[in-house]
Structures are given as structure tokens and as C-alpha cells.
């Protein structure tokens, strides 16, 4: 079975600045997705970045990148110019890529990585 | 215009009474999905229905039953709640059963005392 391991519980960036979220993984499969997920004081998660693992380009959405490092099954996301918006709790989550029957779309999710932003 | 819309926003009850929640999805999309957060903020999976029908059903009690009378509706019935209850349940959405991008609602918490 996957897992997912966020070491940061909490992470705080002053506004502007840059900051890297830390996600590792461990999987015994070659292909699979990797995702990044964000989680407002509203609650509602909101995905915020994906990236294919046969694809060894860096993933890139405006000012939120990743670093992965498939070899070892680590998967960061930095977030650049910080804004106060982007205060929340971030997921790591990992999808199987052949995944079937049962386990068919499902996600699997870090403990989350709480991050502030000071003004 | 609202994507994914649950009902309702807090719910709490007492110890073994019986509780629904309920999801929709505006979207078009086929499948549909319920996750527990619990007080740690661990989001697991529980449920998944595509068309209808059960995909996913992780180990979670049978006291809990997913009902999907439209591809468009995923609800969750919970009966004789538990204090281990107490979290919130997010239903999402994802255009096939792929989920490869899943639409998030804005999540239930659920209080059992």
C-alpha cells in the first residue's frame, strides 16, 4: 500500500517570500500522479497543482511549482511572492496510475502541512 | 453556481441516533466520492460511486451507507452514531472514474456528543 508523509506540520513564510512545502512518498509502482491540494479556513479543498510521473518536467501553475525527485519519492511544492491568500493547510496527495477495482481514483492523502503568511 | 454543494454545514446530534448527509454535484460528472477528516486533519477516503454504482468501499463501519439515487446525488446515511464519529465529511466529484482532478464540497462537520 502507498503512503504519504508531510514532515512539516506547520510551516510560516512572511508575505512575498518563497516557501517549500516537503512531501514524501512510498510506492513500489513506476507510474502514478502526484498532487498537491489546498485547504482554506473554508474548509473546501482546492487542487493546486498535479503532476504524471513519467514526465520528469517540474509541474508549474503561475507562482506554485513542485520539485520531484522521483528517485527519492519526494515531492515538493514552493510557493513563490507568498500571499496572504495562500495561508491554509496543504495535502500532499499520491493516485495509483493502473489502479483498478477497487482502488480505482482513489487518492491518498499526507497528514497536511498547516502554513502561515505574515504581513 | 455552486459545483459541489453539501447539506448540511454542522450537524450535531446524540450518540446512537441515525443522521444523513447530503451532496450534490452540478458539474456532469460521473463519479462521486466521501472522505472522513478526522480531528488530526487525516483525510481518508471512504466511498466512491460511479453511474451509481459502488466503486470504493474502504474498511469503514456498515453502520455507514452511501446512496446515490442520481449520478448527480451521493448521500451518506450513519446510523447509531459514535463519539468516533465526530469529523468532518467531504463529498467530491470527478468528471470519470479516473479522478484524476476531484472537486471538493466545502465539507460537513459532524459533532456526536
Known amino acids: 500500500a502507498q503512503t504519504v508523509t508531510q514532515s512539516q506540520p506547520e510551516m510560516s513564510v512572511q508575505e512575498a517570500e518563497t516557501v517549500t512545502l516537503s512531501c514524501t512518498y512510498d510506492?513500489?509502482?513506476?507510474?502514478?500522479?502526484l498532487f498537491w491540494y489546498k485547504q482554506p479556513p473554508s474548509r473546501q479543498m482546492i487542487l493546486v497543482i498535479r503532476q504524471e510521473a513519467y514526465k520528469q518536467q517540474n509541474a508549474t501553475e503561475n507562482r506554485f511549482s513542485v520539485n520531484f525527485q522521483k528517485a527519492a519519492k519526494s515531492f515538493s511544492l514552493k510557493i513563490s511572492d507568498s500571499q496572504l491568500g495562500d495561508a491554509a493547510m496543504y495535502f500532499c496527495a499520491y493516485r495509483s496510475l493502473y489502479a483498478g477495482g477497487t482502488s480505482y481514483g482513489k487518492l491518498t492523502f499526507g497528514q497536511g502541512t498547516i502554513l502561515t503568511v505574515h504581513p | 453556481d455552486t459545483a459541489v454543494s453539501q447539506t448540511p454545514k454542522y450537524l450535531v446530534t446524540q450518540m446512537g441516533n441515525d443522521k444523513s448527509i447530503k451532496c450534490e454535484q452540478n458539474?456532469?460528472?460521473?463519479?462521486m466520492y466521501w472522505y472522513k477528516q478526522d480531528s488530526k486533519k487525516f483525510l481518508k477516503i471512504m466511498f466512491s460511486y460511479n453511474n451509481k454504482e459502488l466503486i470504493i468501499n474502504e474498511t469503514v463501519p456498515n453502520r455507514f451507507s452511501p446512496k446515490s439515487p442520481d449520478k448527480a446525488h451521493l448521500n451518506l446515511h450513519i446510523n447509531s452514531l459514535e463519539l468516533g464519529d465526530s469529523a468532518v465529511y467531504f463529498c467530491a466529484s470527478s468528471q470519470d472514474i479516473s479522478g484524476m482532478v476531484q472537486y471538493f464540497g466545502p465539507g460537513t462537520r459532524l459533532l456526536v456528543l
Open positions: 510506492t513500489s509502482e513506476s507510474d502514478y500522479y
Open positions: 458539474l456532469g460528472h460521473d463519479t
